[in-house]
């Protein structure tokens, strides 16, 4: 058995727990499509343990296939995530939020394909150079949504649960190391190299697991002390706000304007 | 060599923005109601908004007098602050509300969320106009918003305070 069939075994096992996991806590009703990614990523973790061990000549299409159809779905995947974050905020926001957001990565996805054509390594064959260019703007991509959805959601003081910050961190620590073995390789010039580079993700992904499963193993939060005190705080800071909403509407200036 | 110095910089700075993102937000989850509180800036006061700050809402002042009331963008960003702290007292309630006890109206925390996010909005484009073109109306304005949401959600707070936990009513008075 090579390192890499060693590597893809350790990864289905992996991902069949963390699977487990999200079935038994629950997870997965409030996040479908990270579940369904991971299946994904059992399916064709197994079904590329076989083409190794069988050594199918068509193993590269499998691969370049995959890469594509993983990538799209790790943008769902994000989308899911930006989406179930805005949860509370939800219905304040405009119809359409949700295409506006698919639209905007779309966009975000057109502007990065010429830069990622810069970091492909030189020597490579034509079917190569196209997969990597493929490979390296979703890679460019994944980051860039990944740090726009942080930064909003800290500008705006949003607040992440315990389950979508676990996620977010597996993710984003396997898409940094993604960015930098792309960085690395466009300065690499044989595919040996390259490969051995790029086992580093298969790390990450690895060690991304690992985290998910003691993660998710663990009950989401401890409850703290919410008196009647403090609901009743809430609730009348709450309930005169609309009141203080509707009077903005008639301020001072605009009414001194008027009787100007 | 430059441009791959430039390319491990610039990852380097993500992981380390990335790293204390995810260290303040594990600590906003796990943050005691004391500590929200305690958030709260205390090195500037609101109270000259109105004659009748924390016991009264709605300010009567026009938006220039709001805007010198507010010390600029000193106040601005006070309050930019302090709906944070509001935001996250919102969530607090949403993730520690005792199961067998009467749930809060999603509406109220909503409304809540909703009033604290408008503050933020409302001063981060006074904040990006006052630095493109100093103090002009368009400023004012959205100055003039925030401040009479923020001393409308400080006024219920206080009587609040004064009902239900009035020992704590003066460090609160004080912080405001």
């Known amino acids: 058995m090579t390192l890499d069939s060693k590597l893809t075994v350790a990864l289905s096992v992996g991902e069949t727990i963390v699977l487990t996991l999200l079935i038994w806590r629950g997870i997965w009703r409030n996040l479908p499509i990270f579940s369904a990614y991971l299946c994904w990523s059992l399916v064709t973790d197994l079904a590329g343990l076989y083409l190794q061990v069988s050594n199918t000549p068509n193993y590269f299409v499998f691969y370049a296939i995959q890469t594509i159809v993983d990538a799209v779905i790790m943008f769902a995947v994000l989308v899911e995530l930006g989406w179930s974050v805005l949860r509370p905020v939800r219905s304040s926001l405009p119809r359409g939020s949700l295409l506006g957001l698919v639209i905007l990565v779309a966009i975000a996805g057109g502007v990065i394909w010429p830069f990622a054509s810069l970091s492909i390594p030189p020597d490579l064959t034509k079917q190569a150079v196209a997969f990597v260019h493929i490979d390296q703007t979703f890679i460019i991509l994944r980051v860039v949504c990944f740090l726009v959805m942080v930064g909003f959601s800290q500008l705006l003081s949003i607040g992440w649960r315990d389950r979508e910050l676990q996620i977010a961190t597996g993710l984003g620590i396997y898409s940094m190391v993604s960015l930098l073995v792309a960085l690395f390789s466009s300065h690499l010039t044989s595919v040996e190299e390259i490969h051995r580079y790029h086992e580093a993700i298969t790390y990450s992904y690895l060690c991304t697991l690992a985290y998910w499963v003691l993660s998710f193993a663990a009950k989401e939060y401890q409850r703290k002390e919410f008196s009647p005190q403090m609901q009743q705080f809430l609730v009348l800071m709450g309930g005169g706000s609309r009141t203080g909403s509707i009077a903005l509407t008639d301020l001072p200036s605009e009414r001194r304007g008027k009787k100007d | ?176």
């Open chain 2, 1 to 176: 060599m430059l441009l791959p110095l430039l390319q491990i910089a610039i990852v380097s700075a993500l992981l380390l923005y990335f790293d204390r993102w995810r260290r303040s937000m594990r600590r906003r989850n796990v943050q005691s109601w004391d500590a929200l509180l305690g958030q709260l800036r205390s090195d500037w006061s609101a109270r000259e908004l109105s004659e009748q700050f924390l016991w009264k809402e709605g300010l009567t002042a026009t938006t220039d007098d709001i805007w010198q009331r507010l010390d600029g963008p000193r106040g601005l960003w006070a309050i930019y602050q302090n709906a944070r702290v509001l935001l996250e007292m919102a969530d607090y309630a949403n993730r520690h509300a005792a199961p067998g006890s009467d749930p809060i109206d999603p509406m109220i925390l909503e409304t809540l969320r909703s009033d604290a996010m408008q503050i933020r909005l409302c001063v981060l484009m006074a904040l990006a106009q006052y630095a493109l073109s100093q103090a002009t109306a368009g400023v004012k304005v959205n100055a003039f918003r925030a401040a009479n949401l923020y001393s409308g959600m400080a006024a219920r707070m206080t009587a609040l305070l004064q009902d239900h936990a009035a020992v704590i009513l003066p460090d609160f008075v004080a912080a405001m």
